[in-house]
């Protein structure tokens, strides 16, 4: 994951620019300009296995999206991409690109091999500050996992951490929990 500033009002522009000559995935988060390459297989098959079980669990109202951008309330500059973000249905139909933080009923964040503490804690603090209700981070580095709640002033006030095999523990309108065991872990880094 790489990061570089670039002067206000232009960061849209150079964000959708990076991604058409790149085709890296751009975030901008905090004023930055975050890109992180194409998720290798672990990545992704970690995302299609939380994907694959949320889905049946999910309200007809709700559906899992990957490649969903959500907007930060009150600057159109800054937005994130997470790796999986359940939103209503009728996001089917939206010609927007950009989802309201607040009709996200959770947003999942697979943790990079190269992603820093540092990144990871701007992310969630972005999350927090933009008004996402849930939160869950997984780290196939460690097979760890973190489920981040009730946001208020920039931080998530409820936190639970657990390890794979432990199951995420969600509330309504989400499925009851998500199962862990089986996700897989990342290799040695080379």
Do not use: C, F
């Not at 997984?138 to 390890?163: E, F, I, N, S």
Request: cysteine-free; hydrophobic content about 35%.
């Amino acid at each position: 994951m790489t990061a570089i500033t670039v002067r206000p009002g232009r960061l849209r522009d150079a964000a959708e620019e990076i991604e058409r000559s790149t085709g890296l995935r751009v975030q901008i988060i905090g004023g930055t300009l975050v890109m992180s390459p194409t998720p290798r297989g672990k990545h992704a098959g970690t995302v299609r296995r939380l994907r694959i079980q949320l889905e049946p669990g999910l309200p007809a109202d709700l559906g899992a999206y990957e490649v969903s951008s959500i907007s930060m309330p009150g600057n159109e500059e800054d937005y994130a991409t997470p790796d999986l973000i359940v939103l209503p249905v009728d996001w089917d139909e939206d010609d927007e690109w950009l989802a309201d933080p607040h009709d996200v009923a959770l947003a999942v964040e697979v943790i990079s091999n190269s992603e820093g503490v540092t990144s990871v804690a701007t992310k969630t603090d972005w999350y927090a500050t933009a008004g996402v209700a849930v939160l869950l981070a997984v780290d196939p580095r460690k097979g760890l996992w973190t489920l981040h709640t009730y946001p208020r002033d920039g931080a998530y006030q409820g936190v639970l951490r657990g390890k794979y095999g432990e199951p995420v523990p969600l509330s309504a309108p989400l499925p009851p929990e998500l199962r862990t065991d089986g996700l897989p872990l990342y290799g040695p880094r080379r």
